[in-house]
């Protein structure tokens, strides 16, 4: 799992559970009545806070008083500068069943990720759903006239600058596995396909074609690249080895093709086409041939990301876009029963490059009001916006993690 | 001159090589047995030609990156790569300095910051082109000329104003490797 990766990746990081629970599949929205925890203060109130706001994100759970909430925690903490202990139990008032009890165990510095942890585990328990407490959202980071890439939790802590190229590095995309970045980067003046291992930090350069090398994207199952090459005089939709060579040119149009997202279950691609004249959305099959045009209108249609929501998830896959209306930038759904796009972050902020997390439900894209770009998170369920933390000098074009 | 460019190309060759030790480690690499900051980038079995190459090949640049352009801009219509009549003269100059002098075209494309990052990148590459294509037809040799598409990034004018916008929308033409 992604979970246990990231370990390497930060160091000393570790988490054990003991379980009891006793799991209880219950779909929707539910009052939580966070009751907080017993021990030292300080770090109580931490994880209480931490707790309260990854419940909220999840969707699932309205926080309410503990008296009047379906469901209850109680627990107790423990820390000091070893480690920390962290015991959780959520019980059904109704019932008086415990649904969840258990302890969990980590280094001083690693409280946040021992309450995503317990929080995945709250929402699976509950829900039967996955949890995205754990997962993590790249981002490209403004610092002055340079762009360099960033990792941070979902929630928009512990943000971690990965490239300081000084340089203009963009729209990162993961691989399946969570183990590898690809991006854009124009560290060697020209822009190109480059494709960073968290694991080592190594980097290996994947396109640097004559002109244009951008928007690699994973396949679903990490074994090929679609990107966009310029190399044969125009913009177009390639697909290539994850490990190297094996290109494929796909599209054929004088317009510019560009942003692939693969279809869910890996066999077409969806990308943008201005051929048409402005910016469409199209597919095409991965081993190419005919492209079929998904949408008409609004006149302008652009960043499509396919949702890959688990198997046994309530949620469908969806394909967010940005649309522009009247002059602005929103976020849309397609749906591919009407051809409409259906706006979901519709405001007076321009709304742009939306990115599936994992549960096939949130949204992370980048808001920009008064030419500042910071990002939000979505429930497409709810509806809700979050803004995560600020970012000095701005975060856009977000990639959630797998 | 020459000798001065070659020294700087092996030295740049070299930084890519071995690069970014003295960077900065991110804060995650503590405690990871590999140490150092992002590794250095190892260069992968070439990818064989899927078609005919027809941009030309990267020229060599210095360690100090792109001089400044010496020929007035390009301007663009929004959302359009489309070359105006009103820059047909532009090009013409370029064309006729390109025909009489060595070095390579390195012929840069902007939008302004409306619109989405990575599509404006294609739109971007599109404007290079555009300008390239003409200049092949007005007699500069293709192979002599390559593009880069900056996107929304590096604007010309910070403004947020349809005057601002309209200076961004542009292609640059940078002559290097004199």
Excluded at chain 1, 3 to 10: D, R
Excluded at chain 1, 100 to 105: A, D, G, I, N
Excluded at chain 1, 223 to 245: Q, V
Aim: charge should be neutral; include cysteine.
């Amino acid at each position: 799992m992604g979970n246990g990766k990231w370990l390497m990746v930060i160091g000393f990081a570790w988490v054990t559970a003991t379980s009891h629970a006793q799991v209880n599949v219950v779909k929707g929205r539910r009052s939580f009545g966070v009751s907080g925890f017993g021990g030292d203060a300080a770090i109580a109130g931490q994880v209480t806070e931490v707790l309260k706001n990854d419940l909220r994100l999840s969707g699932y759970f309205a926080l309410a008083p503990a008296s009047s909430a379906e469901f209850v925690q109680s627990g107790a903490v423990r820390g000091d500068r070893t480690g920390l202990s962290v015991e959780c139990v959520v019980m059904q008032q109704a019932t008086k069943r415990v649904v969840l009890s258990k302890s969990y165990q980590g280094s001083a510095q690693d409280l946040r990720r021992v309450v995503h942890k317990l929080t995945d585990d709250i929402v699976q328990t509950i829900t039967g759903q996955r949890g995205i407490a754990q997962t993590k959202i790249a981002f490209v980071w403004t610092r002055g006239s340079v762009k360099e890439l960033a990792v941070m939790d979902y929630d928009g802590y512990n943000a971690h600058q990965l490239t300081y190229d000084k340089s203009i590095s963009v729209r990162p995309r993961w691989s399946p596995d969570g183990r590898k970045i690809v991006y854009t980067s124009y560290k060697n003046l020209f822009p190109d396909v480059l494709e960073v291992d968290l694991y080592t930090g190594q980097r290996r350069r994947l396109a640097t074609f004559p002109g244009l090398n951008s928007g690699a994207t994973f396949s679903p199952d990490g074994a090929t690249i679609a990107l966009t090459l310029s190399k044969d005089g125009n913009p177009e939709l390639y697909t290539m080895s994850a490990t190297g060579g094996d290109l494929h040119r796909l599209t054929h149009t004088r317009g510019g093709e560009s942003s692939p997202t693969w279809s869910p279950d890996g066999q077409a691609i969806t990308y943008v086409s201005d051929d048409s004249g402005a910016p469409q959305i199209w597919m095409i099959n991965r081993a190419g041939g005919a492209s079929s045009r998904l949408t008409v209108s609004p006149s302008y249609n652009t960043e499509p990301d396919w949702s890959r929501p688990p198997a046994n998830s309530d949620m469908k896959p969806m394909l967010a876009l940005t649309s522009r209306v009247g002059g602005r930038f929103q976020i849309g759904l397609f749906d591919s029963s009407t051809g409409a796009v259906r706006p979901v972050v519709a405001d007076s902020a321009d709304n742009e490059d939306p990115s599936w997390a994992p549960d096939g439900r949130h949204l992370v894209f980048a808001k920009t009001q008064h030419w500042r770009t910071q990002l939000y998170l979505l429930d497409v369920v709810t509806g809700e916006q979050v803004q995560l933390p600020a970012v000095e000098g701005g975060a856009s074009e977000p990639a959630w993690g797998p | 001159m020459r000798t001065k460019i070659l020294a700087q190309v092996v030295l740049m060759a070299f930084i890519a090589a071995f690069g970014l030790t003295g960077c900065k480690n991110p804060p995650w690499k503590k405690g990871t047995s590999g140490g150092g900051g992002l590794g250095a980038e190892s260069p992968i079995a070439p990818l064989g030609p899927g078609g005919e190459t027809s941009v030309g090949p990267r020229p060599m640049v210095g360690e100090g990156g792109l001089p400044q352009s010496q020929f007035q801009p390009v301007y663009f219509d929004y959302d359009s790569a489309r070359i105006k009549p009103s820059e047909d003269s532009k090009l013409e100059a370029v064309a006729t300095y390109m025909k009489s002098n060595p070095g390579k075209l390195v012929i840069e494309g902007y939008c302004d910051e409306r619109g989405t990052a990575e599509y404006n990148r294609a739109l971007g590459e599109r404007r290079a082109l555009a300008a390239r294509e003409q200049l092949i037809k007005l007699g500069v040799d293709p192979s002599r000329m390559s593009t880069i598409s900056y996107g929304k990034d590096r604007p010309v004018d910070l403004g947020h104003d349809e005057a601002a916008w309209a200076k961004n929308r542009r292609d640059e033409f940078v002559v290097v490797n004199q």
